[in-house]
């Protein structure tokens, strides 16, 4: 589950700390036996969380034997199962073996990474790229290792955590604005007008389902002198003409200065990477610590990635099917009268606001053969807990009905619906 807000804990479920009596020594463990809130909810029967797949990742999973609609997969293509995918990874493993057994830094670039980098620089027009071992790495590393003390970051209210955590591990300050609102940022931006400044988004924002509005964000950076980066994980092999992403859904590829992007959604395997100009990569190559100080990204995922990278820029018609299941999933929850907000995407949330009426909706849906995620406060606003729903390539209409079918009747049961 992603989640933003701060520097958030696990999904609202972080424990009470509670003062220690005086006269005795701390006890760092004390929190964890004071950690009651996940036990009562596994005993109340609707822990939604950890539950094992015995199957692939596909639009239907099989859990403890039964066979559920998976509705929370990032998976947008439906390349985890493909056959040249799969095929790829089991050659890396033939030639490379499972691991890199160093950093990147040292012993642990193989030309499988060189291959891929070129590969995601050239998809995504810029000069240069480089791999990470996750896409949370990836942000940790670019935002440390760009903002210094004289620096300020100024970053949406509503990113994911991994920007929210490497904001924390720069020396720069950090100033939120309120999601996207632009004069907001345009106000901090003036306020801090003669420090450098690196803005961070999402281009697409993985709980709400919408879009950054890059132009009008773009416009205020420039003023500015602010440099952009998009973290683009839900918006690569998803938005734009070729599947380039928020930049080319604008047709702003030249106006974005870094773009971070993760192997684990469309590219159907893990790892992250960064795309800037020649120097900005080169430097976050000897600086980021994300990078330096971790093994490298293993060569069955760096091969899965290069294939599906490849998958993405030749069969077009993938991205087509997601698009028209979108289209059907969000048009059905609105005629049924749910509220999803203001999604734009392949993600579509379903609003129930109260935290213990979502709790219940979670348990209907898996009762009734449906897999979805959900999301409450600190990783969405207090008030705001939501069913999030995402959707596949390969679903089928059979099970977009299913899903839309359960949804109707345990949204009724709970009176979120007529």
Known sequence: ?????????????????????????????????????????MAAGVYPFFHCIESGQGPEVSIKGRS?????????????????????????????????????????????????????ADFL?????????????????????????????????????SIF??????????????HNDMANLEHILATHSDQAALIVVDGVFSMEGDIVDLPKLNEVAKRYGARVMVDDAHGIGVLGKDGRGTAEHFDMES??????????????????????????????????????????????????????????????????????????????????????????????PVMVGDEKKVLAMWRGLFDGGVFASPVWPPAVPPGMALIRTSYMATHSTAQLDHILETFATVGRKLGLID
């Not at 972080?14 to 701390?26: I, L």
């Not at 995918?85 to 040292?106: D, H």
């Not at 990470?132 to 209210?157: R, W």
């Not at 990078?291 to 820029?313: G, R």
Request: aromatic residues 6%; proline residues 4%.
């Open 255 to 348: 106006e974005v200065d870094l773009i971070m992007g993760t192997n684990s959604k469309s590219l159907a395997t893990v790892g992250g990477f960064l795309a800037a100009d020649a120097d900005v990569i080169h430097y976050l190559k000897h600086t980021a610590r994300s990078l330096m100080f971790s093994a490298s990204l293993p060569p069955a995922n760096v091969a899965a990635a290069t294939a599906a990278l490849e998958i993405v820029e030749n069969e077009p018609e993938r991205r087509q099917h997601l698009w028209d299941n979108t289209r059907k999933m969000a048009q059905g929850f609105r005629e049924l009268g749910f509220d999803i907000g203001n999604t734009q995407t392949p993600i579509i």
């Open 125 to 161: 027009r810029q000069e240069a790229a480089i791999v990470f071992p996750t896409g949370f790495q990836a942000n940790l590393g670019a935002i440390s290792a760009l903002v210094g003390k004289p620096d300020i970051v100024v970053i949406d209210k509503l990113n994911h955590a």
């Open 1 to 41: 589950m992603k989640q933003k807000g701060g520097y958030p804990q696990q999904a609202g479920l972080e424990p009470e700390v509670k003062a220690h009596n005086k006269g005795t020594s701390p006890d760092v463990f004390e929190k964890c036996r004071t950690f009651t809130r996940a036990k009562e909810i």
């Open 165 to 178: 955590d490497g904001c924390r591990l720069s020396f720069g300050a950090i100033r939120r604005f309120r």
């Open 68 to 120: 559920l609609v998976m509705a929370g997969s990032n998976d947008y293509l439906g390349l985890t199962s493909h056959p040249k995918v799969k095929e790829a990874a089991i050659a890396a493993i033939q030639r490379f073996g499972t691991g890199c057994a160093g950093s990147r830094f040292l012993n642990g670039t193989l030309s499988l990474h060189e291959e891929l980098e070129e590969r995601l």
